[in-house]
């Protein structure tokens, strides 16, 4: 028995925003990767770092919110607040 994952990895046609995008799919685990986020998996090797899901419509979400990047949004807000919040400790030192 082995403890490493080892994706068998199959190539998926999909439409997303009427666009054909080709997607990877692990037939052993039943999962599918992101490959915007994994792209190395088109290539039949492990990601290091994905996003990986059980169906094809989560998937295909995921890919659609790339356009926005709102993981990124969100991390900036979060540095925006705390540079406000250390200017404000900063002020009251003073």
């Known amino acids: 028995m082995s403890t490493r994952w080892n994706p068998s990895w199959k190539i998926v046609k999909t439409t997303i925003d009427k666009e054909e995008v080709d997607v990877c799919y692990d ?33 295909k979400r995921h890919m659609q919110a790339h356009k926005y990047e ?20 900063e002020i009251e030192n003073e």
């Open 27 to 59: 037939s052993s685990s039943k999962l599918y990767v992101c490959p915007l986020c994994s792209p190395e998996c088109k290539r039949g090797e492990l990601p290091t770092y994905s996003s990986y899901f059980f169906n094809l419509e989560d998937m």
């Open 70 to 89: 709102l993981w990124k949004k969100k991390m900036t807000r979060a540095n925006e607040t705390k540079v406000e919040e250390s200017e404000d400790e």
